[in-house]
């Protein structure tokens, strides 16, 4: 109240000096602020669509995909296609040959070096009985001009063995290091890890798994001593059989040095995602399954952090069982907080939900529980929603991936999906930041927030003295953690200064022991 009495009794020319300052001070805050927002669907020949791989560059985004041509006899090709900020089609290339499909690895096959892009895929050919993959590198130019193509695996008759491809990353040296499978006829899979050089050519391979179980490779990073951690599945052939997710960790010439089996015995889980964060640990995503179901099961969602020697540093469990809930990627953002997304079955929860959902849940470094959204372009009963990849934008937003699949009453032919959204997950400006699925109906797990908007400080207030210590992190808008505030266990208010704090729009969230209580958005300004 004071500094707006003040403010009333300055001159008219000080006035206009104080707003023209005060305008120039947030104005460049305004601007960056700013977001796009945008939710597309993409359709090329009237045909399947899909996409796995999604890429921001300072002019907009890059898409990775495949899409059925029907020139072809229905086969699978490879497309490149860029879209403006705003999501309109700048550039679209396909790449293909007759009776050959080409089909996109995981999230994360897909990258940028330089101002070339770097594309790893799986080439099928069907030899008689059996379809015979190899690993397929491409390098292309800005244009999408393919600059040179590589193949791995077989080079001769009998061609009874299939390599499939999972990730790449680009190496200290230069150099790539990719991930997948190799499956001979017959004969228990096993991971495939793949060092090339520069240019794609093989400088060696090495094969992990053993016994009766099928192994899978999805997603390596390299890490700093040289190494490699690898996330994987192992599947267990049996009624029911069980998929148990796996991490490896090998030393730079790809000896295995350790193993992690974070899945509950007997129950299937899902495979491992792995990104490294800004410390140089490693960030593990899966599912942790909790009941079987004949083949399917219900699951949450898994995160850990792991040091390069095989060390813990936290596991934790995120939302509640979902029926066939899948994490497809994990990625660390750049102010150090996680993301993980994937896809869950929502057809039984009744007619009002489509068959599958897409679903992103975003944590900070120390793995609190920040937000969680789910998503559905088709909102028919029977309909697919599935989120495959979301990557960091250049304006501090999300951008996300996946497959739209239509059944009646929706309409028109599974396609490319792509959303552009702010930090919070949000398809639009001022969208609901506090709807979190784990947020309990209990009302001392609820707090107040008060004066919003915020001036020198603001009051945290819980119906009742807390049970036990709980803590308050503050995150601006961003996704950058601002604050820490403890509160022990038997108090019910906090204050918090902010007198210091950047104008704007924050986050708060209350947790303990690592899971989230509820979330509240508050405004600081001057």
Known sequence: ????????????????????????????????????????????????????NILSIDSGYIIAGITEDSLYIYNYHLSLTKLSLTGDIVIHKEYGYDSINILTGNPGSFIKKDDKFYLYSSYWVYIDDWVHESGY???????????????????????????????????????????????????????????????????????????????????VVQTADGGYV????????????TLDPLIIKTDSLGNEEWRINPGKPGVDDNKVMVALAPDGNIIAGTNYG??????????????????????????????????????????????????????????????????????????????????????????????????YDVRETEDGGLIGVGKADPVVPDTGTADIWVMKMDSMGCLWEGCDT???????TNSKERFKLYPNPSIMSFIV??????????????????????????????????????????????????????KMLSSKRFVVTK
């Open 1 to 52: 109240m004071k500094s707006l009495l003040s403010f009333k009794h300055l001159t008219k020319n000080k006035r206009a000096r104080h707003c023209l300052a005060l305008l120039s001070t947030l104005l460049p805050f305004y601007l960056i602020a700013q977001q796009t927002y945008f939710e597309k669907r993409y359709d090329f020949h009237n045909n399947y669509d899909r996409a796995q």
């Open 137 to 219: 590198f491409s390098c292309y130019n800005n244009n999408f001009d393919t600059l040179w193509t590589r193949k791995y695996g077989e080079k001769s008759y009998p061609f009874d063995t299939s390599y499939i491809a999972g990730q790449i990353k680009q190496i200290n040296d230069s150099g790539f290091i990719l991930i997948g499978s190799r499956m001979p006829k017959g004969v228990h899979s096993r991971i495939w890890l793949l060092k090339t050089d520069s240019l794609g050519n093989k400088l060696w391979e090495r094969f992990y798994g053993e016994g009766e179980e099928y192994f899978q490779g999805h997603s």
């Open 230 to 241: 690898i996330g994987t599945a192992k599947f267990t052939i049996g009624f029911p059989g």
């Open 290 to 387: 909790t009941e079987q179901s004949g083949d399917n099961r219900w699951a949450v969602v898994k995160i850990m952090k792991i040091t390069p020697g095989g060390t813990v540093l936290w596991d934790y469990n995120y939302l509640e069982p979902q029926y066939d809930n899948f994490l497809l990627n994990t990625i660390v953002l750049s102010s150090g907080n996680i993301v993980v997304n994937g896809a869950r079955n929502t057809h039984g929860l009744g007619e009002d939900y489509p068959a599958e959902t897409g679903w992103i849940l975003c944590t900070d470094s120390a793995g609190n529980q920040l937000w969680y959204k789910e998503y559905a372009l088709l909102k028919g009963h029977n309909s697919f929603n599935d989120l």
């Open 434 to 440: 506090t709807v979190i699925v784990e947020e309990s």
């Open 461 to 514: 207030e819980l119906p009742v003295p807390s049970e036990k210590k709980c803590l308050f992190s503050v995150y601006n808008m961003y996704g950058i953690l601002a604050e820490k505030i403890a509160i022990p266990s038997g108090t019910k208010k906090v204050k918090v200064k902010v007198s210091t704090w950047p104008e704007g729009v924050y986050l708060g969230v209350l947790s303990s022991k690592g």
